[in-house]
T-cell receptor, first 115, second 112 residues
């Protein structure tokens, strides 16, 4: 158990809908990262928040947005869903500055299926 | 840009040794990490090399050559439970963010 929690574990929805994925980082970690993993792609970085502020953005679609709240949990919002958005979405957290070893601790993921 | 290349699949038998290679292209290098992911599970951190040489952690070792932009993960005394995907990763730009850029992953199949 990494200490990172994600809900829900599974999500099945229809095209055009909007969903919210939730992540709670390890106690004490200020950074939260979101990654997308689909069958034909590796782990793709989406966005990072650090202590409530957006720190870095990857190839995140405009239909996707995220935020980090004062209690440091984060939510990833996906809207106008398309079939191609079906994937595993992972949240990860790290110690401030990433620590000496760049270690990121991943949550169990949310498997999103868009029908 | 930044990119990493690793073989897509490797097969080995129980008890053997296997090496998974990773070559990277990045402007500004801060270390090479390795993660393990069992099917459908969360990636878990295995090792990190910031300097040239070999780092050993039990049955797993990781090597880095910065001059060759190359590293590898060495798994010894393979067990069935080592069947998983292995990802190499480098820190993305800007470097102060800590975000990781991952390779496409190598699927290791361990056979009895």
């Amino acid at each position: 158990d990494s200490g990172v929690t994600q809900t829900p574990k599974h999500l099945i929805t229809a095209t055009g809908q909007r969903v919210t994925l939730r992540c709670s980082p390890r106690s004490g970690d200020l950074s939260v990262y979101w990654y997308q993993q689909s069958l034909d792609q590796g782990l793709q970085f989406l966005i990072q928040y650090y202590n409530g502020e957006e720190r870095a953005k990857g190839n995140i679609l405009e239909r996707f947005s995220a935020q980090q709240f004062p209690d440091l949990h984060s939510e990833l919002n996906l809207s106008s869903l398309e079939l191609g958005d079906s994937a595993l979405y992972f949240c990860a957290s790290s110690a401030p500055g990433g620590g000496e070893t760049d270690t990121q601790y991943f949550g169990p993921g949310t498997r999103l299926t868009v029908l | 840009g930044q990119s990493l290349e690793q073989p897509s699949e490797v097969t080995a038998v129980e008890g053997a040794i296997v090496q998974i290679n990773c070559t990277y292209q990045t402007s500004g290098f801060y270390g090479l990490s390795w993660y393990q992911q069992h099917d459908g599970g969360a990636p878990t951190f295995l090792s990190y090399n910031a300097l040239d040489g070999l780092e050993e952690t039990g049955r797993f070792s990781s090597f880095l050559s910065r001059s060759d932009s190359y590293g590898y993960l060495l798994l010894q005394e393979l067990q069935m439970k080592d069947s998983a995907s292995y990802f190499c990763a480098v820190r993305g730009r800007p470097s102060n963010t800590g975000k990781l850029i991952f390779g496409q992953g190598t699927t290791l199949q361990v056979k009895p």
